[in-house]
């Protein structure tokens, strides 16, 4: 989508084609005919402020001209404070959403630092109750299952060698 400034009201427009420079029929033929008109009037000339002769018609001519391109750079300025306004307020909710996301991102770290020391506390208090099983199993002299003995040996538990480490004293 591309706005295009009317060369003739200053207005702000979507060309329908990429020579368009008028946005209505209306302000085209006011174009054409000052144009005209100006083409017509005998020239007279009028002293300007540099000293040039220049012909009346021609002076008023400029003078248009220069508003018509004063308001084509007002509207146009105009466009650019709106985009401009529109882009600080997304930045404006972008920073807010950003801030809460790093605030979700922290909150969410802790719980995990907190939930890896529950799962090192659980997996300590797992070992030492494996430690008693096995000494209280030594103790009664009952075999442990060969389904705990898996486990155990899983994990790097050897009971058997304990039992052997323990006889020597």
Do not use: Y
Not at 55 to 82: F, H, N, V, W, Y
């Amino acid at each position: 989508m591309t706005v295009k400034i009317c060369e003739e009201c200053a207005d702000g427009f979507e060309p329908s084609r990429k020579s368009q420079r008028f946005c209505s029929i209306r302000c085209g033929n006011r174009k054409r005919d000052r144009i005209r008109r100006t083409a017509r009037r005998p020239a007279v000339a009028v002293e300007a402020a540099t000293g040039a002769v220049v012909p009346k018609d021609e002076l008023k001519a400029l003078q248009r001209q220069l508003a018509t391109r004063t308001k084509i750079c007002q509207r146009r300025g105009e466009i650019l404070q709106s985009k401009l306004r529109s882009q600080s307020c997304e930045i404006d909710r972008l920073e807010a959403e950003n801030s809460e996301q790093r605030q979700n991102n922290n909150v969410l770290q802790l719980e995990v630092a907190r939930l890896k020391r529950a799962q090192r506390t659980n997996v300590q208090d797992l070992a030492h109750l494996a430690a008693w099983l096995v000494s209280l199993a030594n103790a009664k002299g009952v075999a442990l299952d060969p389904a705990t003995l898996d486990i155990l040996n899983r994990r790097g538990w050897h009971p058997s060698k304990r039992q052997a480490r323990a006889a020597r004293p």
